[in-house]
């Protein structure tokens, strides 16, 4: 049987939310399966369907995802809306200025993933300026290994 792929796909301003993509994969590099890490610029999208988890990050800016992670998501939405992703894993993860400008961006992850796309979403995970990046990075850490027990399900 060939080895489960992961990809962890982000788009980091500051350097918050790459601290937390970074984290989430080495939780992951534990395990037998292949996992990949990738900045939304540099991604092709025409991969997407290759991974059986795909765990998506971004800023919160106004509530919202990032201009450049909604351009992954509207591309992914037209390219693979007919189902290509349904049943896999989504993982979704943010970092926000509040707790809810954080919750609400979540929000908008897991309509994209889950409803748009039909896979199976891990409730995500967010940071909220002001927290200690060692509790963040235990916290990314966990949520890891929570979506690869998702995937080998």
Known sequence: MASKKVLVLYYSGS??????AKAIVEAMK????????EDVG????????????????SPTYF????WQV???IDESIVHYGGGKLRGKVAGIFTSAGTSRDGKDCLKMLEIALGFHHGMKVVEGI??????????????CQEYGKKILKEIEK
Do not use: A, H, Q
């Open 15 to 20: 350097g918050n939310t790459k601290k937390m």
């Open 70 to 72: 909604k351009k992954v």
């Open 30 to 37: 534990s395990t037998p399966m292949s996992v990949t890490l």
């Open 126 to 139: 967010l940071r909220v300026d002001g927290e200690s990046d060692k509790e963040v990075e235990k916290r």
């Open 63 to 66: 509530s919202n995802v990032t």
């Open 42 to 57: 540099k991604f092709d999208i025409s991969l997407l369907p290759k991974y059986d988890g795909i765990v998506l990050g």
